[in-house]
């Protein structure tokens, strides 16, 4: 399937809901996921998106439905009401409610095959409360795709630049470094065999874009401390496995604040944190 086909999340509103579709939808982006909302993608929405709808909601890892009485009334022939079908063939007739979910703006009854208890009402849990709801259906059925190599994570390019090959050894004593990016993301610091292709004095071995959001993303690892207790426990059991080995990676300048920091992704990290995921998540 094309890479253009593949979202974490995909939305299924009507016109008049698209001010909580959006909302909901830009609260999940920021944690790194793929969503599908089509007034975010206007230009291929209307297009090429549009031509895939099978596609689009059939490989989601969690489809959405902003429920209310506009949608309820679609005619079955319209784009909603395409959507709609293909939601209840997954969902409902092959028995996949877990990757559903339901947001119930008012009080209009379920139709369509669609059960009560698959339905949260937003004036219960409200928006931020439906996205951690979200959140912790895709950490649930986390699809584990990769990008295929390494790359900057989606999103994060402009502020990150070209990748240079390198060689690099893991820090001795890597768990006190003074920058407390060990405790505080499980970032590793790395040394450069001389001479040091950087001057950066602290350079430090990251997860690329090619590894899943849940042990790469910052905002997962500052606010899930089991997400960060996963990362920190595979990293030791890869650095263990290669303390002493020079390793080859890719270095760039990452942007922080006023000044530039030289920063390494390793494809082999990338690989060892994504196996790890699958198998806590068999």
């Not at 630049?161 to 470094?177: A, N, T, V, W, Y």
């Not at 071995?205 to 590894?211: E, H, R």
């Amino acid at each position: 399937m094309s890479e253009d086909l593949q979202f974490d999340m995909a939305l299924s509103y009507s016109d008049s809901d698209a001010w909580l579709a959006k909302d909901l939808a830009n609260l999940v982006l920021r944690y790194g996921y793929e969503v599908y909302c089509a007034d975010l993608q206007p230009d291929q929405a209307r297009g090429f998106l549009r031509a895939n709808l099978r596609e689009i909601y059939r490989s989601a890892c969690v489809n959405v439905v902003i429920w209310s009485k506009d949608y309820a009334a679609k005619e079955k022939d319209s784009i909603v009401g395409t959507e709609m079908r293909l939601i209840i063939n997954r969902h409902i007739e092959k028995d996949d409610a877990r990757a559903l979910f339901v947001l119930a703006i008012d009080g209009t009854p379920p139709q369509d095959d669609l059960q009560e208890v698959l339905f949260h009402k937003l004036k219960d849990i409200g928006i931020t409360g439906a996205e951690k709801c979200v959140l912790s259906r895709l950490k649930d059925l986390a699809t584990f795709r990769t990008a295929g190599k390494v790359c900057h994570p989606t999103g994060t390019e402009h502020d990150r630049g070209q990748l240079h090959p390198c060689s690099f050894f893991i820090q001795e004593g890597f768990q006190k470094d003074c920058l407390g990016r060990w405790r505080r993301l499980a970032d590793v610091e790395i040394r450069f065999p001389r001479p040091s292709p950087v001057n950066t004095p602290h350079v430090y071995l990251i997860p690329s874009g090619k590894v899943m959001n849940l042990l790469s993303h910052t905002l997962i690892l500052e606010s899930d401390p089991t997400q960060l207790d996963s990362k920190r426990k595979a990293t030791i059991e890869f650095v263990n496995a290669n303390r002493g080995t020079k390793l080859n990676g890719y270095w760039f300048y990452m942007k922080k604040n006023d000044a530039e920091v030289a920063t390494v992704y390793c494809e082999s990290y990338d690989d060892f944190l994504n196996e790890q995921l699958r198998l806590q998540h068999p």
